[in-house]
């Protein structure tokens, strides 16, 4: 899917007038507006219904401009800058006076990301023709705040519905899950949110593996909150040896339930709806919330996720999920 060239045009006269636009990243949707003005930032919080004091990623069009957007930026945010740029990365740095707390939630630092989507991308330089060449375009994922993300253009209308312009429509997006956010403001690298980026891949350019903080403490970043990402219908994680017995529980007591399973079904006929998720972790976080979505419209009373294996390659996939359980059941 391609926008038109009267699309991208449309699109950079909303961002220029201050008005909000839904772009397809490689991650997920984002909701996005001028970056530098703070009233067109107050659209994003207020169509989402999101805190005010919840920082904000800033999508720019290349690294270049990152010095107008945050100063001392050290020589290791470089090297993964031209490691991982365009892909699904934040960057936490040092912000520079001048940009706007209505984006850093009134911290001290600011987020930033080239995003690895083409549409993205063209829309980011000709908005950086229009606005000034270190224009930026901030961007939460494009829902209602703690549902789940979206990852068609479809999915923005069924959350957003008038509440945003324009739906620039990129297709289904590649990497389904939120971009690995990194602390570099506080000298050595920190991962502040799990990602398709993994320790594995950043220790390649690191010469070892960064530490993960969740601690209370760290600059607050987009996605860190307990309860996000979550479905109205309740959800649980409950182990595979078990998941026949729960599932038959359910149907006793006459609960209607969905399964999202990388495995098959154990008998025909139940539950009532069942979704087969791929069985690598970039697979199942590629089909991971459009799962969420299609089960949460299933009509069943609970969705259950068969616990996910342990091992380090499925931590983001796990991130979003146990995100998602604490904040179910809550629409």
């Not at 207020?46 to 050290?74: S, Y």
């Not at 980026?197 to 909150?225: D, F, K, N, Y």
Request: aromatic content about 4%; charged content about 20%; glycine content about 10%.
């Amino acid at each position: 899917m391609t926008p038109s060239d009267n699309d991208y045009r449309r699109a950079v006269d909303l961002l220029v007038a201050g008005e909000l636009v839904a772009i397809p990243t490689e991650t997920v949707y984002g909701l996005g507006a001028d970056a530098a003005n703070p009233d067109a930032v107050a659209k994003i919080f207020a169509a989402k219904g999101r805190p005010a004091d919840h920082p904000l990623i800033v999508h720019l069009a290349g690294h270049d401009a990152v010095d107008h957007w945050a100063e001392q930026v050290p020589a290791v945010a470089w090297e993964l800058m031209e490691t991982f740029w365009p892909g699904p990365l934040t960057l936490i740095l040092k912000k520079q006076a001048w940009v706007p707390a209505a984006v850093t939630g009134g911290q001290d630092t600011v987020g930033l990301r080239v995003p690895g989507h083409p549409v993205a991308l063209e829309l980011l330089r000709r908005f950086a023709a229009a606005k000034g060449e270190h224009a930026g375009i901030a961007a939460p994922s494009a829902n209602r705040f703690g549902r789940i993300s979206p990852t068609t253009a479809e999915h923005v209308g069924e959350e957003l519905g008038d509440r945003v312009p324009l739906i620039l429509d990129g297709g289904a997006c590649k990497v389904g899950i939120e971009s690995t956010i990194i602390d570099c403001s506080r000298g050595e690298p920190v991962i502040l949110r799990p990602g398709h980026i993994s320790p594995v891949h950043l220790e390649a350019v690191l010469g070892r593996q960064p530490a993960v903080e969740t601690a209370a403490g760290a600059p607050r970043v987009s996605g860190s909150l307990e309860a996000h990402y979550a479905p109205v219908t309740p959800l649980r994680m409950v182990a595979g040896e078990r998941l026949l017995d729960f599932i038959n529980a359910q149907r006793h007591r006459g609960g209607k339930c969905a399964v999202i399973s990388a495995n098959q079904p154990p008998q025909a006929g139940m539950p009532h709806a069942w979704r087969l998720m791929p069985a690598d972790p970039v697979g199942y976080a590629h089909d991971l919330y459009a799962a969420l979505r299609d089960m949460d419209h299933a009509g069943v009373d609970l969705i259950v996720v068969e616990t996910l294996p342990q091992d380090a390659a499925w931590t983001a996939v796990a991130d979003r999920l146990r995100r998602a359980v604490a904040g179910a059941g809550q629409g």
